[in-house]
């Protein structure tokens, strides 16, 4: 079996608390009956699944290249018993040592430079040799920004990590005495992380010329309790006023063009990304990628099982205080929006439907505020195509020369107005 395979394996049995039941997989990899994906897939079938199980075998299956939809087409998931999941701690910690006795010295890492890997590290020689990865066609160094994690100042002078990273090409510059436009970027969850690994999608801005800044906004995971905490009730608040305080402040500072700045995000980034334009004046634009935008058609049947109670927390409860909901939303403040947007969406999506991107579409229409659409026919909650994706980060570099001024070699938008 390979070594990414059993490693993720053995991932998949202990660090989430051996809720899977290995039945007898350690044994089987030790032996050498488990070599590959297929052995793999060969033995799970007709043993007692489970999720942590399933989720392994799939997750083996996809390190090394197998389709993981024909690996086990019976596979029933079933939630263990606490008596399983006690022999599962067991087996799993079983596993555990036999990976690391096979190799001591192995995780996941990132960094500038890679995207998260899997390697092995020789403790003699302080080599260390990359075992599985996400990509295989390297980018050149020259072309990558040189990321800058910092602490800005914000409302109340709290704290508001970030992670910057300016604009970065082997031959090419910006004209002289000109500072760069600059991005702001906030993440989904909306309890995520930005972290300084290498982005490709950052990068493809950062070689043209325009900054990106990663905002962790108060709610992001990684600072500690008291930090995530500053979301509670404030959603549509915090990160609203977090991301425009560090926009300011880079445009103060003479790091970036305070007339050239831009806000985006997907998903509860994309939120953010929306509440800003309604709710500051402090960019020139936005992209808006399968946003929320109607926290009450979202607290009420408007997303799927698993998020529907989110907004209790995040919000408020929404019994208690329904006027919250209508004041935050932006589909409800989209006579507030005044600068271009771009707003891109999946057509099936399950957890932000294009329900919400058409309403603020329709309180938009005839106000005069150029913005754009584009609807995904087969795309979710992320997209996942080839050629979506590529039309996606066009259309977000189409907006920006647009509104920023430049030349682009991408398909110009079709502006709505």
């Not at 005495?177 to 690994?197: C, K, N």
Request: proline residues 7%; hydrophobic residues 40%.
């Amino acid at each position: 079996m390979s070594r990414a395979a059993l490693l993720v394996l053995a991932d998949g049995r202990f660090p989430a608390g051996g809720h899977a039941h290995s039945g007898g997989a350690e044994e089987a990899v030790g032996a050498g009956r488990i070599r590959d994906a297929a052995d793999l897939g060969a033995f799970c079938r007709g043993r007692l699944h489970t999720a942590g199980l399933v989720a392994a075998a799939l997750a083996a299956a996809a390190a090394d290249g197998t389709d993981p939809l024909a690996l086990d087409e019976a596979a029933d998931a079933r939630t263990p018993s606490p008596a399983l999941r006690t022999a599962a701690r067991r087996l799993g910690r079983q596993l555990m040592r036999a990976a690391r006795a096979a190799w001591p010295d192995t995780g996941v890492a990132a960094g500038p430079l890679s995207a998260a890997e899997i390697v092995e590290l020789d403790t003699v020689t302080g080599r260390a040799r990359v075992v599985a990865a996400r990509h295989t066609d390297a980018v050149d160094p020259a072309y990558l920004p040189h990321p800058e994690e910092r602490v800005f100042t914000g409302p109340g002078g709290r704290e508001i990590h970030a992670v910057v990273l300016p604009p970065r090409h082997p031959e090419r510059h910006g004209p002289e005495g000109e500072l760069p436009p600059y991005v702001v970027r906030a993440h989904g969850g909306p309890t995520g992380q930005a972290t300084a690994d290498l982005s490709l999608d950052a990068a493809y801005f950062t070689s043209r010329g325009i900054g990106v800044v990663e905002v962790n906004y108060g709610g992001s995971t990684g600072y500690g309790r008291a930090y995530r905490n500053r979301l509670r009730g404030q959603w549509g608040l915090v990160d609203v006023e977090d991301c425009a305080a560090v926009a300011a402040a880079l445009a103060a500072e003479g790091t970036a063009d305070p007339r050239r700045l831009a806000v985006r995000g997907g998903s509860a980034g994309g939120w953010t990304a929306a509440a800003s334009l309604a709710g500051t004046d402090v960019y020139a634009c936005a992209t808006v990628i399968y946003p929320v935008l109607d926290l009450a058609g979202w607290a009420t049947g408007g997303t799927h099982d698993l998020e529907s109670q989110y907004l209790e927390s995040l919000v408020g409860p929404f019994a208690e205080v329904p006027e919250r909901y209508a004041e935050r939303s932006p589909t409800e403040r989209a006579d507030r929006i005044a600068a271009p947007f771009l707003l891109l969406q999946g057509l099936d999506d399950p957890i932000c439907p294009p329900e919400q991107s058409e309403r603020l579409l329709e309180r938009m229409a005839g106000r005069g505020v150029p913005h754009a659409y584009l609807a995904f026919e087969g795309e979710g909650h992320g997209f996942r195509r080839a050629d979506t994706m590529i039309t996606a980060i066009e259309a977000e570099l189409a907006l920006y020369a647009k509104v920023f001024g430049f030349a682009a070699e991408v398909p110009e938008l079709e502006f709505r107005n």
